[in-house]
């Protein structure tokens, strides 16, 4: 009887359903309060849906801060990051993956135990290169932070990728006359595509979030990305949580687009490059 | 000039190499000569041997960090565990809609850090906070509560909002581990007459005993070494009750400036990670 | 031979004047601004408009920006901003006014130093808790020259002069916002504002409804508990400093005549919410502005907020201000005192000659009577000048005589260099209080022997 129960498919779908709401509550409330006038966000109990909506916390939030500047700033960090380490990262994987060379293996290893050294760690002797260096509030230290953070996971998401690749295209491709390179970009590229897309992603999704680093990197709204702004502004005077949470909310948006155009590949890719381990 | 493939392999791996090489063996090699020196934006740069070391074994501070960021990793790998079992389970049995609903587990993860700890500091403001209002509402308290007035809170705040962020990745790679599973070996299992619960206890569990291993082991360091949430929500506090490791080194880097303790700390961080790492690779090479 | 004699006589003559030329080029282009010139800078600066000093035009041709650090954004610094721009519109010289967050901003600017950027010009600081800090790093241009009349002394309240003379004996730092904390109250719920903290107490216990906190206080921000405690101190006529011995002392008697009363409040009065934790100096102002406090101390600015019926709907027409209480009626009137708070400038040392010239020009200007004019009647912080206090515009700003008191008798008192880290260990101890990890006096006692034992030894 229990197991019929547990069973039941109306049960799975019940909870699934409670259980997701629950986790999806604090994206409800930021949402909620990003378009709550301030009569309805200083309140308690608190409102659950605002009966005024209004967009002024968003206009607010782009009139007191320069979240614009914010917003450049993430866009361009990330961009650029995501489109070196993709680049590099799918040579990289290709090579290790079809063509095994001598140190091949300690290669992977190498890129393994440089997840494994966490980043605050690395935080002190980063800063004291880039201070040195004269490269404080530069969009370029953190280009470069960004990309040592997420190269190595992303070779090892593509190289799964490519590990599963029928090697017999690329042999015919080359006896046909193809250049490797040339298979790489032809046969290799368009087929394994998602696997690529994953790496993309997931690296442009982890500059986007980084936090620590930019933060010790800036000082002005010239190089500091949203992350940064946002906890800049909650230590700031006078704590506008409505606007708060529209800067939230807007500095989760990539992160929410992409989840739901591209789970299958954050899916493919986040276990592809855990599972290697 | 023909090269040959493994020539070839070996020169796709170059720049990314130098790159590796350069941003991170030569930071760790930095960090690891600058924890010998006396760097405190204060005094002249001096070497000083083992006395950051020291430094910090005497320091009561490093030492609530260090009790602080075991509890802190215990909880949040616990919780993360239990929420991405449970969550993994029930999606699995999901096949129409599996879709939406496994896009909406992972929303959690792709929320910057640093922003999910804003919002659940707005969650649990003391005077504004909806989850007061909930728990209230359920009958669970009676007047709102304040992570902010009771130290144990405060780490009970910051482990949940941390499971928040981490429940996702462990949903994932358990999912994809609980799909795998043949439905052969439940139809053989149910056949031979088990229940639910021992079909999951002998049969599921021993199958993702793998990817299980792997999140535990992904969850548990990212907790060990991450202070994106705790900085906004607690800011270490209140007293130091949330003053994790991490917490220490962003203290010494950012507020006091002794550059010399905070790289000591920081190799310990990694001695600390690499230590819990090995453990648990160990059981995964069995 | 008369010949060569002319010839040799007219060499030397040469090199006089080739001499004196290299030796006016060796001159720095700040040195050649004369600050006592047109009149001495007592006067110069203290005249209703500001007056350049001779000398400026050339020190600084060729400079077009200067870049200066703000504490914060600059929406909440108006009188800031019209100051910048009317230096512009005297000099030439744009000043790019900095918005930079608070919370890292000491960081911010040591890393600047650290890293010899002349990336700043000018930088802001907190004058009580960071001066000394920067001093120590050497990393700040000597202003001697803008503060070299004993006239200009007296357009500023008493402690002044001492607290801008570092331990070297030369100045590194000017005024650029003053502050200091007043009474706030709600008449409705108190009619008659305490005059000293033990009526205060009284009363707080009395008001405190579910509804309506008597009394709060910040204690969760970075040094947000230095402020009731520092002025409960200064109330009785106490200090926090023990400069001799460079260290912070916080269970004088005064010291812990302070702490009990705000332990008591929270915790046996129940007059203020535990969630002082939680809120920064600003946090309980908000409180006061929503309408869920009967009393609170803080900036005069902050009338601001209170007269915005969009920011503070639940307060309007029903808030009032008062002197800072003294701590009983034993004490002197003196003692009605709050902390004095510089919101300072100091000079990057890592810039050129000229944008020193340029910014020292800037710090002149900043701490003239034009400057705190905007400052008082345009923005509500306090005035620098005290004279401007005086003017007949200065009526119309809320309690102007007891603002003006208020800033003759403040105290200020500097910080040791590592003043934040220090504070921070009191921040940590007195949650610990609240929290009722300890017992209130026996947290005082160890937090002042954490606070002994992380005193630098020199």
Known sequence: MFDRFIESRTLVYALAIILLSLMMMPVYWTVVTAFKPDVETYVFPPVYFPKNPTLIPFQLLFESYPFGDYLRNSIIVAGATTILVTFTGMLAAYGISQYPFRGGNWTIYFLLITRIIPPLSLLLPFYLLVSWLGLVDNLLSMIIANIYLTYPFAVLIMKSFFDAFPRELIDSAIVDGCSRTGALLRIVLPVGAPGIASAAIITFLWTWNEFIYAFVFTSTSQSQPLTVGCFDAIGDVFVNWNQMCAGALIAALPGIIFVFIAQKYLIRGLTAGAVKF | MKLSNSRYGFLLNLPGLLLVILWVFLPALLLFLASFFRYDNIRPIVFNGLENYQHLFRDRLFWIGIEKITVFCIGTTVLTSLGGLVLALVLSAIVRGGGLFRSLMIVPWAVPAVVSGIIWKWMFSPDFGVISDLLMKVGLIQTPLSIYSTPSLAMVGVIIADSWTRIPFMGIILLAALLSIPGEIHEAARVDGAGVVNRFLYVTLPLIKGPLLVGLLITTIFSFRTIDIIIPLTAGGPGRATYVLGYYIWDQIVKSLNFGVAAAASVILFFMTAAIALIFVYHLRK | ?458
Not at chain 3, 125 to 140: E, K, R, S
């Open chain 3, 1 to 458: 031979m008369k010949k060569r004699r002319f010839i040799i006589l007219g060499f030397i003559l040469v090199f006089i004047f080739t001499g004196t030329a290299f030796g006016q080029k060796g001159k720095k282009a700040y040195e050649t601004i004369q600050w006592n010139k047109p009149t001495p800078i007592g006067q110069r600066i203290g005249g209703q408009t500001y007056v350049l000093p001779e000398g400026w035009k050339e020190a600084i041709k060729g400079v077009s920006k200067i870049k200066v650090s703000n504490f914060g954004a600059l929406q909440h610094d108006p009188a800031t901003v019209e100051n910048a721009k009317r230096f512009g519109a005297l000099t030439g010289v744009k000043v790019e006014l900095l918005a930079w967050a608070e919370p890292p901003i000491v960081a911010k600017t040591v890393s600047l130093f650290a890293a010899k950027s002349s990336a700043v010009d000018v930088l802001c600081y907190d004058h009580p808790t960071t001066y000394m800090q920067m001093v120590a790093g050497g990393w700040l241009h000597p202003i001697d020259a803008i503060w070299n009349d004993p006239g200009v002394w007296k357009l500023y309240a008493p402690p002044t002069k001492k607290g801008l003379t570092a331990p070297d004996g030369h100045f590194y730092g000017s005024i650029g916002q003053t502050k200091t904390m007043m009474l706030f109250y709600r008449p409705s719920i108190v009619p008659k504002p305490p005059e000293t903290w033990v009526e205060l107490q009284e009363i707080a216990k009395k008001v405190t409804t579910d509804k309506v906190w008597g009394f709060v206080y910040p204690a969760g921000g970075e040094m947000d508990i230095i402020y009731p405690l520092r002025d409960m101190i200064y109330s009785q006529g106490g200090r926090m400093v023990d400069l001799k011995k460079q260290r912070i002392v916080v269970n004088s008697p005064e010291g812990k005549n302070a702490w009990k009363m705000l332990a008591d409040m929270v915790l046996t009065d129940k007059s203020a919410s535990t969630a002082v934790l939680e809120y920064s100096w600003m946090g309980a102002s908000d409180m006061f502005a929503m309408g869920k406090a009967a009393m609170v101390m803080t900036h005069t600015v902050d009338a601001n907020r209170f007269q915005d019926p969009q920011k503070a709907p639940n307060i309007q027409k029903d808030w009032g201000v008062a002197p800072p209480p003294k701590w009983d009626k034993t004490k002197p009137d003196e003692y009605h005192a709050s902390y004095f708070d510089i919101d300072g400038y100091m000079i990057n040392k890592f810039i050129n000659d000229k944008q020193k010239a340029a910014a020292m020009l800037f710090l002149d200007f900043m701490r003239s009577y034009e400057a705190s004019y905007r400052e008082l009647i345009d923005e509500g912080n306090e005035a620098a000048v005290i004279s401007v206090y005086d003017h007949p515009s200065a009526k119309k700003i809320p309690v102007p005589e007891a603002r003006k008191a208020a800033m003759s008798r403040a105290v200020l008192e500097t910080f040791p260099p590592a003043g934040r880290s220090l504070t921070d260990l009191i921040k940590e101890f007195f949650a610990n209080v609240i929290t009722k990890k300890m017992e209130p006096m026996d947290a005082l006692e160890k937090c002042q022997k954490t606070l002994d034992d992380y005193a630098v030894p020199e």
